[in-house]
């Protein structure tokens, strides 16, 4: 059974940090392409950070870049967000998504909410 669980969302000041933390079991994760995703009230899912398998190699929103720094742990199967330098325009349900390099297959979280107000 795959399962993809987040967690570390709350509510932050402007200007705080947040690490939002994902642990995947059931799928081979060093296949896997992990990214987290946000969807604000009214708005679509958008793609907030991408990191790939081999090399690790990064990619950002234009809106996030700068300030969300996304990693992989392979040995404990997790992949981390670390949200610095929060605005309230981030504040969203974030989720934690998998998708296959061959990309016929594809996993989400339950997702995790962030709220970013003073």
């Known amino acids: 059974q795959v399962q993809l669980v987040e967690s570390g969302g709350g509510l932050v000041q402007p200007g705080g940090s947040l690490r939002l933390s994902c642990a995947v079991s059931g799928i081979i994760f060093n296949n896997y392409a992990m990214s987290w995703y946000r969807q604000a009230p009214g708005k679509e899912r958008e793609l907030a950070a991408t990191?790939?398998?081999?090399?690790?190699?990064?990619n950002y929103a234009d809106s996030v870049k700068g300030r969300f720094t996304i990693s992989r742990d392979k040995a404990e199967n997790m992949v981390y967000l670390q949200m610095n330098s929060l605005k309230p325009e981030d504040t969203a349900v974030y989720y934690c998504n998998a998708r296959h390099v061959w990309g016929n297959r594809e996993y989400w979280g339950q997702g995790t909410q962030v709220t970013v107000s003073s």
């Open positions: 990191i790939t398998t081999v090399g690790g190699n990064t």
